[in-house]
């Protein structure tokens, strides 16, 4: 599985443009919006298959929205569902739902409505390409992927990346730069900085990329 692509699709010309389309926010309020919370929603997807009580429920909306076809983004996104895209951000974000809408809206300098919007349009590509890339690693492809395999394969994704170094590549930065940055499950570096700075600092650096 490889998370590059997964994140090389959310943040393309195309994906911006038509959720800029969909939303009426501007292109560049998607992308620092995204930039924002995209790590949040990556770590809710690991939280939800680590855990017992949420990962059955998670496989089965993973085999749903790997269903779609995402080869056109475009097409995909002019049809997308804001409403059933809200649900999947509460679900992936769960009590952290409105803190994380706020800060990026904050970081777009967008109110929180347009913020949520963003984040409703991005969340079921985000499933759907999580969905494909789990049910191809898992030889389930067009079937139901078990739960098992699921946070196995999750965790194979997620584990140790550093998703805002990540991002910073990918939106033209030098991943360098970031060298306190967490991964998207959460666990620290061993250089010790507070969340609360770290968080400043690195979405800092984002957004001064994208001016």
Do not use: C, W, Y
Not at 8 to 13: E, F, H, I, K, N
Not at 39 to 55: F, I, M, R, Y
Not at 58 to 64: R, V
Not at 176 to 200: I, V, Y
């Amino acid at each position: 599985m490889d998370i590059n692509a997964l994140m090389s699709a959310m943040l393309s010309s195309d994906s911006i443009k038509n959720m800029s389309q969909v939303t009426g926010a501007s292109q560049k309020d998607v992308k620092n919006v995204l930039a924002s919370a995209l790590p949040s929603l990556l770590s809710g997807a690991q939280s939800q298959a680590d855990d017992a009580g949420t990962v059955e429920g998670f496989a089965g909306a993973l085999t749903d929205h790997a269903k779609a076809d995402t080869t056109d983004i475009a097409s995909f996104l002019s049809k997308v569902d804001l409403e059933d895209g809200g649900k999947i951000v509460s679900h992936l974000l769960g009590a952290e739902k409105d803190a994380t809408t706020r800060k990026a809206a904050e970081a777009a300098n967008v109110d929180a409505g347009k913020s949520g919007s963003i984040l409703a349009a991005a969340a079921p590509l985000l499933m759907s390409l999580l969905g494909q890339q789990t049910a191809q690693e898992s030889g389930q492809t067009g079937g139901a992927t078990s739960s098992s395999a699921v946070s196995g394969l999750m965790g194979a994704l997620l584990s140790n990346v550093d998703v805002t170094s990540l991002l910073l590549g990918l939106l033209g930065g030098d991943s360098g730069s970031s060298s306190s940055s967490t991964a998207a499950s959460g666990k620290k570096k061993k250089k010790k900085t507070s969340k609360k700075d770290e968080s400043s600092g690195l979405l800092g650096n984002i957004l001064n990329l994208l001016k």
